[in-house]
């Protein structure tokens, strides 16, 4: 069975400062990988995905993560945080048709300072 | 981007009512929804997905009887909380797969308190 871990349950980070977020998965085949932002009020949204070719990807929003297969990971990156990026922060690795059925990171909440 | 709603967004029920939670794509057609179910501060749980016109398969531990899904349509699915109790409390959130961009959107959750 698939597993998703979020090693970082808060991260604080100021204001135009650089965000890294990690993930780690666990999956026996070639994964489908996903960042999502969820913001309060409001469903999940996503940040960009990962299904085969270029191991970096660019996203909304000014994110960016690059598949690492074998450190098994897919982090997370901005070179420059905005306030309105405070938010908690899933990642997740898809199995089945198309990788439709998620199983989620625990979450990274992250904190933005003025 | 595709947009998916749930209804009603909060809930505040007593202990063995029946609650309803509807989930539905408003402006594509969704064969395929599914449910979670998120704790405070944690993550998303996976509990059961919908097919439009099936029956719905639930993950392992999840009741099927406690929690019926019925997905009527290709743009609507219900998950009804039976004879809730308070460890039921949670933030359920509904996605809908569009198959056009292969790709879930998500509902903005139910929070569903009983007491």
């Known amino acids: 069975a698939q597993s998703v871990t979020q090693p970082d349950i808060h991260i604080t980070v100021s204001e135009g400062a650089s965000l890294e977020l990690r993930c780690n998965y666990s999956y026996g085949a070639t994964p489908y990988l996903f960042w999502y932002v969820q913001s309060p009020g409001q469903g999940l949204q996503l940040l960009l995905k990962?299904?085969?070719?270029?191991?970096l990807v660019q996203g909304i929003k000014g994110f960016e993560a690059e598949f690492k297969r074998s450190q098994s990971s897919f982090n997370l990156r901005k070179p420059s945080v905005h306030w309105s990026d405070a938010a908690e922060y899933f990642c997740?690795?898809?199995?089945?048709?198309?990788?439709?059925?998620?199983?989620f990171g625990g979450g990274t909440r992250v904190l933005v300072k003025p | 981007g595709a947009v998916v709603s749930q209804h009603p967004s909060r809930v505040i029920c007593k202990s063995g009512t029946s609650v309803k939670i509807e989930c539905r794509s408003l402006?594509?057609?969704?064969?395929?929804m599914f449910w979670y179910r998120q704790f405070p501060k944690q993550s998303l749980m996976l509990m059961a997905t919908s097919n439009e016109g099936s029956k719905a398969t639930y993950e392992q531990g999840v009741e099927k009887d406690k929690f019926l899904i019925n997905h009527a349509s290709l743009t609507l699915s219900t998950l009804t909380v039976t004879s809730a109790h308070p460890e039921d409390s949670s933030f359920y959130i509904c996605?809908?797969?569009?198959?056009?961009?292969?790709?879930?959107?998500f509902g903005p959750g139910t929070r569903l308190t009983v007491l």
């Open positions: 996605s809908a797969r569009d198959g056009n961009y292969n790709e879930q959107f």
């Open positions: 997740a690795v898809g199995a089945g048709a198309a990788g439709n059925k998620l199983t």
């Open positions: 402006d594509f057609q969704a064969t395929t």
């Open positions: 990962y299904f085969s070719g270029d191991t």
